[in-house]
């Protein structure tokens, strides 16, 4: 099955900029989408189609998908911002299955 | 667009339970609907999934059968019937609401919305 993976914890100051990779093999020919979790609250989409934004999201979120990598990308990280993250794909070689990677921890310092 | 699970409770090994997300706010019976669920500490699972239209059943296959998804479309709600529970299906089980997007490459695919989610501990 196809996986993703991400690296276990970010961490980054206020007012400066968070990314946050998502790895797969050739993930740059799929379609990628972005999650976040606070704590003790349930997932949030924040970007679908490798970079847009659903509405209401800030424009301080944004994506990018090239290669074997995937990227959400947080300017300006407020403390709001001190959540888990997802990359989710869908992976249509093994039956119609919904991926997500393994989960950032970003801490805002 | 608003869902709410129930259901969830402590249930033994070997046990059953059924789960249920009631949904509002938007045209159920035309939506695909998905259960992911997250362990205590763990990242986010993808369960089973149903089709709007047709009904088709999608399960991951870790599975191995003893989940069943269906839904009511009179009555807006989803159920995951779950079977022969082990330690391992412990875990906050969100019902979530499946977005297609259509007019583009390949399958594009997401979790639109999600529930607050019900917590399973399956326990002796």
């Known amino acids: 099955s196809y996986v993703l993976t991400q690296p276990p914890s970010v961490s980054v100051a206020p007012g400066k900029t968070a990314k946050i990779t998502c790895g797969g093999n050739?993930?740059?020919?799929?379609?990628v989408h972005w999650y976040r979790q606070r704590p003790g609250q349930a997932p949030m989409l924040v970007i679908y189609?490798?970079?847009d934004r659903p509405s209401g999201i800030p424009e301080r979120f944004s994506g990018s998908n090239s290669g074997n990598t995937a990227t959400l990308t947080i300017s300006r990280v407020e403390a709001g911002d001190e959540a888990d993250y997802y990359c989710?794909?869908?992976?249509?070689?093994?039956?119609?299955?919904?991926?997500f990677g393994t989960g950032t921890k970003v801490t805002v310092l | 667009v608003q869902l709410v699970e129930s259901g969830g409770a402590l249930a033994q090994p070997g046990g059953s339970l059924r789960l249920s997300c009631a949904a509002s706010g938007f045209t159920f019976t035309n939506d695909a609907m998905a259960w992911v669920r997250q362990a205590p500490g763990k990242g986010l699972e993808w369960v089973s999934s149903?089709?709007?239209?047709?009904?088709?059943?999608n399960y991951a296959d870790s599975l191995t059968g003893r989940f069943t998804v269906s839904r009511d479309n009179s009555k807006n709600t989803l159920y995951l019937q779950m079977n022969s529970l082990r330690a391992e299906d412990t875990a906050v089980y969100y019902c979530?609401?499946?977005?297609?997007?259509?007019?583009?490459?390949?399958?594009?695919?997401?979790?639109?919305?999600w529930g607050q989610g019900t917590l399973v501990t399956v326990s002796s």
């Open positions: 979530a609401k499946l977005f297609r997007l259509r007019g583009v490459p390949g399958r594009v695919e997401f979790f639109q919305h």
């Open positions: 189609y490798d970079s």
């Open positions: 989710q794909v869908w992976d249509g070689s093994s039956d119609h299955h919904y991926v």
């Open positions: 050739y993930i740059g020919s799929r379609s």
């Open positions: 149903i089709s709007g239209g047709d009904g088709r059943k």
